[in-house]
C-alpha cells in the first residue's frame, strides 16, 4: 500500500507544479474532446430530432442501427477510422492521421449515436399536442424544429452530458487514430495507460484523478439535468 501511497503524493505534486508532461495530456484530451462534441451535437441533434419526430419507411432498422452503434466498441471504431486515414485509405491524401483533428473523427463517430438516440428518445416524449400547437400557429418546418429541440433541452443537455463522459474516457480511437504521440496526441487515458505499463504511477495516478474529477463534475452536472428534465 505505500507505494500507492507515495503514488498519490507525487500525483498531486505533478499537478500542483504544473508538470509539462501531465499538463500537454490534459490539453489533448480538452482539445479533441470539445471538437468531437461540437461535431456530435452539430450532426447528432437534427438526426436526432427528424428520427423522433417524423415517421418513415424503415424507422425502426435506422432505430436498431442507432441503438446497436451505442454499445460499438472504441477499439472497432479506432480501426475503420485508421483505415479510412491511412496512406492507402480513401482519405489518405488528408493528412488527418496521428493529430489530434483525425481522433476527433473517431470520437465523434463514438458520441453521435448517443446523441442521436438520446435526441429521438426527448423529442418522442414530448406533449403528442406540441405539434399540432406550432402547426396552428403557423411555424415554418424549421421554426418547429427549433420550438421542440427548445422544448427537449433538458435532455439534449444531459444526451451531451453522456456522450462527453464516453468520448473523455475512451482509449482505443486514441491509441490506434492519435498514435499516442508524446506533447502531440497523447491524451489522459492514453498516458494512463502507458506510464502504468512503465512503472510511472505517479504521472497514471495524477492524470486519473483529472479523468475522475471530469467523471464527478460529469455525474453532478447529469444529475442536476436529469432533475429538471422531468419536471
Given at each position: 500500500m505505500?507505494y500507492?501511497l507515495?503514488?498519490f503524493l507525487?500525483?498531486?505534486r505533478l499537478l500542483f507544479?504544473?508538470d509539462p508532461?501531465?499538463y500537454?495530456?490534459?490539453?489533448?484530451t480538452?482539445?479533441?474532446?470539445t471538437?468531437s462534441?461540437?461535431c456530435?451535437?452539430a450532426i447528432?441533434?437534427?438526426?436526432?430530432?427528424l428520427?423522433?419526430y417524423?415517421?418513415f419507411?424503415?424507422?425502426?432498422v435506422?432505430?436498431?442501427v442507432?441503438?446497436?452503434?451505442l454499445?460499438?466498441?472504441t477499439?472497432?471504431?479506432g480501426l475503420?477510422?485508421y483505415a479510412?486515414?491511412?496512406?492507402?485509405?480513401p482519405l489518405?491524401g488528408?493528412?488527418?492521421l496521428?493529430?489530434?483533428p483525425?481522433?476527433a473523427?473517431?470520437?465523434?463517430?463514438?458520441?453521435?449515436?448517443?446523441i442521436?438516440?438520446?435526441?429521438?428518445n426527448?423529442?418522442?416524449s414530448?406533449?403528442?399536442?406540441?405539434?399540432?400547437t406550432?402547426?396552428?400557429l403557423?411555424a415554418?418546418p424549421?421554426?418547429m424544429m427549433w420550438?421542440?429541440?427548445?422544448?427537449a433541452?433538458?435532455s439534449?443537455?444531459?444526451?451531451?452530458m453522456a456522450?462527453?463522459g464516453?468520448?473523455?474516457?475512451e482509449?482505443?480511437?486514441?491509441?490506434?487514430v492519435?498514435?499516442?504521440i508524446?506533447w502531440h496526441?497523447?491524451?489522459?487515458?492514453?498516458?494512463?495507460?502507458?506510464?502504468?505499463?512503465?512503472g510511472?504511477f505517479?504521472?497514471g495516478i495524477?492524470?486519473?484523478?483529472?479523468?475522475?474529477?471530469?467523471a464527478l463534475?460529469?455525474?453532478?452536472?447529469a444529475?442536476g439535468l436529469?432533475?429538471r428534465?422531468v419536471q
Amino acid at each position: 500500500m505505500e507505494y500507492l501511497l507515495q503514488g498519490f503524493l507525487q500525483g498531486f505534486r505533478l499537478l500542483f507544479s504544473g508538470d509539462p508532461e501531465a499538463y500537454s495530456a490534459i490539453w489533448a484530451t480538452v482539445y479533441a474532446s470539445t471538437l468531437s462534441m461540437i461535431c456530435s451535437m452539430a450532426i447528432g441533434v437534427p438526426l436526432g430530432f427528424l428520427l423522433g419526430y417524423k415517421t418513415f419507411p424503415g424507422k425502426k432498422v435506422v432505430r436498431t442501427v442507432v441503438d446497436t452503434l451505442l454499445s460499438f466498441p472504441t477499439v472497432v471504431i479506432g480501426l475503420v477510422v485508421y483505415a479510412f486515414l491511412t496512406r492507402n485509405g480513401p482519405l489518405g491524401g488528408s493528412g488527418l492521421l496521428f493529430t489530434i483533428p483525425g481522433m476527433a473523427i473517431g470520437q465523434t463517430l463514438l458520441g453521435l449515436p448517443i446523441i442521436v438516440a438520446m435526441t429521438a428518445n426527448a423529442v418522442e416524449s414530448l406533449d403528442k399536442r406540441l405539434p399540432m400547437t406550432l402547426i396552428t400557429l403557423g411555424a415554418t418546418p424549421t421554426q418547429m424544429m427549433w420550438a421542440t429541440v427548445l422544448e427537449a433541452r433538458y435532455s439534449i443537455m444531459l444526451a451531451a452530458m453522456a456522450a462527453y463522459g464516453r468520448i473523455v474516457s475512451e482509449v482505443g480511437i486514441s491509441m490506434m487514430v492519435g498514435g499516442n504521440i508524446k506533447w502531440h496526441t497523447r491524451t489522459i487515458t492514453t498516458a494512463i495507460a502507458l506510464e502504468t505499463g512503465k512503472g510511472e504511477f505517479a504521472v497514471g495516478i495524477a492524470l486519473g484523478m483529472v479523468l475522475l474529477t471530469v467523471a464527478l463534475l460529469v455525474n453532478i452536472g447529469a444529475a442536476g439535468l436529469k432533475k429538471r428534465a422531468v419536471q
